[in-house]
C-alpha cells in the first residue's frame, strides 16, 4: 500500500514532517504532531477510501506508540503534555525572533520560525490558545513565509515585523503558505538532537500492511482521536494560607503552568529556565495578598 498523503489531507503534512523529525529525538512531539494530524484530517476527509486508508495507518501508529510510551506523563496527561509543546514552540519562538533581529537568516530560521508555529497549532488540541500564543502563532508563520521569499528573491529580510504586523499580515499567515516549500528544508535544530533518543519508534510514514482501510474509528468514540476530556480537577474558587496568602484560580493555574515550565525544561536538562520558572510560581503562591 502507498504511505503517499491524500490529495484531500495535504493539509496535515506539515505536522506529518515534524512528526518525522522528532521521531528519534522527542517522542512526545512525534505523538501528538500525529495525533493533531489524524484529528485534522478526520475533520477534512474520513469517507474517501484513500483517506480512510491513510488515517487508518495513522492510527495504528499512534496506537503503537501509546503503547511504547505507556510511563511518559507527557503522553497520559493533558497537562504535562500542553506545557512540553508550548514550552518547545515557545523557545523555538524566541530562539527565531532573537536570530532575525540579530540579522543571521538562512534555511535554518524559515524552519525555527515555521514549526513553531505549527506546534501552536497543536497545543489547541488542549483548548483555546492564549491571546500571546495566537499571536505569535500567526507571526511566527508570516515571518517563516516572508524570510523564506526573501531568501529565495534574493533580498534581505527586515529584522523584526516592518511596518508593524498588520491584519492582513496576520491573516496570511494563518493557513501557511503553499509556496514556502518546506518540504525542501532538509536541515535540523542539532540543539534536541541525541536526547530522547527512541529510534525504535515506528515512522508515522509507514502503512501497516494489515491496515483495514475501512476500520477508521469515530472522533467521539476512539481514545486516539479525542484527547482525554477535562484538563485536571475543577479550579479553586479562592484559598487562604497560613500566613495570609489569598489565592484564586487564576493564581493556580498561572502557578502551575509555570510549574509544567519547569518540568518541561528539565527534560532538557535546562537547569536556568527550570530554576527561572519554579521561582515565578514560587513567587506567585507566595505574595499574591487581597
Not at 516572508?146 to 529580510?157: A, D, M, Q, S, V
Not at 515512522?203 to 484527547?227: E, G, K, R, W
Amino acid at each position: 500500500m502507498s504511505a503517499t498523503i491524500p490529495s484531500n489531507l495535504k493539509s496535515i503534512a506539515h505536522y506529518i514532517k515534524i512528526a518525522n523529525e522528532h521521531a528519534n529525538r522527542d517522542p512526545v512531539i512525534y505523538y501528538w504532531c500525529l495525533f493533531y494530524a489524524v484529528q485534522t484530517g478526520m475533520s477534512i476527509d474520513k469517507s474517501s477510501p484513500d483517506c480512510i486508508q491513510y488515517l487508518t495507518a495513522l492510527l495504528n501508529t499512534l496506537e503503537q506508540v501509546k503503547k511504547q510510551l505507556a510511563g511518559n506523563e507527557a503522553i497520559s496527561s493533558d497537562i504535562v503534555a500542553q506545557a512540553h509543546i508550548e514550552q518547545m514552540a515557545i523557545r523555538l519562538f524566541n530562539h527565531g525572533d532573537n536570530e532575525d533581529r540579530a540579522g543571521r537568516y538562512g534555511k535554518n530560521l524559515v524552519k525555527t520560525f515555521y514549526t513553531a508555529g505549527h506546534l501552536m497549532d497543536v497545543l489547541t488540541l488542549f483548548g483555546e490558545l492564549d491571546e500571546q500564543l495566537q499571536s505569535n502563532r500567526k507571526y511566527a508563520k508570516w515571518k517563516a513565509t516572508y524570510i523564506h521569499n526573501c531568501l529565495k528573491n534574493g533580498e534581505t529580510p527586515v529584522p523584526g515585523p516592518p511596518g508593524g504586523f498588520s491584519a492582513d499580515d496576520q491573516e496570511g499567515a494563518v493557513g501557511g503558505d503553499p509556496s514556502l516549500g518546506f518540504d525542501q528544508l532538509n536541515v535540523r535544530d542539532e540543539r534536541y538532537d541525541d536526547k530522547h533518543d527512541t529510534a525504535s519508534l515506528p515512522p508515522p510514514s509507514t502503512v501497516p500492511a494489515h491496515s483495514n482501510v475501512y476500520s477508521l474509528p469515530q472522533p467521539a468514540s476512539d481514545p486516539y482521536i479525542t484527547p482525554a476530556a477535562g484538563l485536571g480537577p475543577p479550579p479553586v474558587q479562592h484559598h487562604t494560607t497560613a500566613s495570609g496568602v489569598t489565592l484564586k484560580a487564576e493564581d493556580f493555574t498561572k502557578a502551575q503552568k509555570y510549574a509544567k515550565y519547569a518540568v518541561s525544561a528539565l527534560s532538557y536538562e535546562d537547569t536556568v529556565a527550570a530554576v527561572e520558572n519554579l521561582q515565578k510560581a514560587l513567587n506567585i503562591l507566595t505574595t499574591c495578598r487581597e
